[in-house]
């Protein structure tokens, strides 16, 4: 199962802080609130609990970090990963969308106050996060989400040709879109940091403890793992896409799309003053997307969907991204990949958080689809606030009634990815551009 790859070959899992001394949770304890899952979510939730003085016990099957949250390229970008705020407004309604927008598009910014007021060493850097236009139709649209943003009273700017390509380092795209609030970060180390300010605050973290069975006991929840249990007044499911079957029907609620991600070789600083050269995170507008930023040693990381043999042939996929870089980037010349990982996103239709009432004192935050750096880490205030009574019509997100993910969700991820390559390749030669030879 998907939840039980390693971390090992991760470049993350080679250079982030060490993580704090935890271990498997041993016979019963009370608590006010236990949280499953030891990932952004979870620990965030913890986090602002007890700074709220109201204590939480995490219980995390594996490691501290272990899923996608140890798994992912780093990127955080307070933005929604595909809808605009009509359409959000339009499926959420008034006041859950303008709640909504409100914390994700501040979320990069908690995440990094969080990093300055606890200290985390995890390479933590707000650079800005640029979304380049690989057309003219693709610029067209983030022109559009400029002024939406400024209308929220963001200070995003548009960039023209000569700064979009200066800023990236790449002569393929026509202008973008920059975001002074983004920036980048190592995911695991940021992970372990959130876990080490929970536990500072009084959080209580046990690894190498899944959990079995979620029971009534008395009016409370019986949280069982295979070594002992949390009696609890509220529980929150902070799992993603590593959820496993303690809850029915909760690993029902949405699908598996896989994420490989790949790491070069240090680049030298002739290099890399014309990729990147402001150290901001870099995604472009082709619905395959493209994305780069450095880690601490001047490696430049990337990542792309999983799709037949992408992400599952390491040679294969080794390849492809070594030509799509350095079609991107052509004074790259020769590179290696020195690590090599993959991780999972929790996908579903509406692309942005679900809220779920599993059962009376029962919460599951799932769905993310992506972001997950910036929106995990604000779910967790969400979360915070159910535990501490917020009534439900006050809460950022409506709490739905579980709900299984439609069949085509099982599918249409991948779909859509060759689809989208089409779309690509015909946007770019109505600009008269070369489309990309992958």
Not at 18 to 42: K, N, R
Not at 138 to 153: D, F
Not at 248 to 257: D, I, M, N, T, Y
Not at 263 to 285: E, F, K
């Amino acid at each position: 199962m998907i939840h039980k790859t390693p971390l090992e070959p991760s470049l993350w899992y080679a250079t982030a802080a060490a993580a704090p001394e935890t271990s498997a949770l041993d016979g019963t304890i009370d608590a006010p609130v236990c949280v499953i899952g030891a990932g952004y979510t979870g620990l965030s939730t913890a986090l602002h609990l007890c700074e709220r003085g109201v204590g939480a016990v995490v219980l995390e099957a594996e490691q501290i970090g272990h899923g996608g949250s140890g798994r992912n390229a780093g990127h955080c970008t307070p933005t929604f990963h595909v809808h605009e705020f009509p359409t959000i407004r339009r499926i959420l309604g008034e006041p859950f969308a303008s709640r909504l927008i409100e914390r994700q598009t501040n979320a990069a910014n908690l995440v990094f106050d969080i990093i300055r007021r606890y200290g985390i060493d995890c390479e933590a850097v707000q650079t800005g996060y640029i979304h380049a236009a690989h057309a003219s139709s693709s610029l067209a649209k983030l022109e559009r989400r400029q002024r939406l943003y400024a209308e929220i009273g963001k200070a995003t700017r548009m960039l023209d040709r000569d700064e979009a390509q200066r800023l990236t380092g790449s002569p393929r795209f026509c202008g973008g879109w920059f975001h002074p609030e983004g920036g980048h970060l190592n995911p695991l180390g940021y992970a372990r940091g959130l876990a080490r300010a929970a536990i500072s605050r009084g959080a209580r973290v046990f690894t190498r403890s899944p959990v079995t069975a979620i029971r009534p006991q008395g009016g409370r929840w019986r949280v069982e793992t295979p070594t002992g249990a949390v009696v609890a007044d509220k529980v929150v499911c902070g799992t993603g896409a590593y959820t496993d079957g303690f809850w029915p029907g909760l690993e029902q609620s949405f699908a598996r799309l896989g994420v490989a991600v790949l790491a070069t070789q240090p680049l030298g600083d002739n290099v890399r003053r014309t990729i990147a050269p402001d150290n901001n995170t870099v995604v472009d507008s082709r619905r395959d997307i493209s994305i780069w930023k450095y880690d601490k040693d001047g490696r430049l990381v990337t990542s792309l969907f999983v799709e037949g043999r992408r992400g599952r042939d390491p040679t294969y996929t080794h390849d492809l991204m070594r030509r799509k870089l350095q079609w991107l980037l052509p004074q790259l010349g020769d590179i290696e990949f020195q690590y090599s990982w993959s991780g999972a996103l929790d996908m579903q239709p509406r692309t942005f958080p679900r809220l779920y009432g599993l059962a009376p004192g029962i919460v599951a935050s799932l769905g993310y689809s992506g972001r997950g750096v910036p929106t995990g880490t604000m779910m967790g205030t969400v979360l915070a606030d159910w535990a501490t009574g917020t009534p439900p019509r006050d809460l950022a997100l409506p709490v739905e009634t579980l709900q299984r993910a439609p069949v085509y969700m099982r599918f249409m991820p991948r779909v859509m990815l060759a689809w989208s390559r089409i779309r690509d390749q015909r946007a770019a030669r109505r600009d008269g551009l070369d489309p990309p030879p992958f």
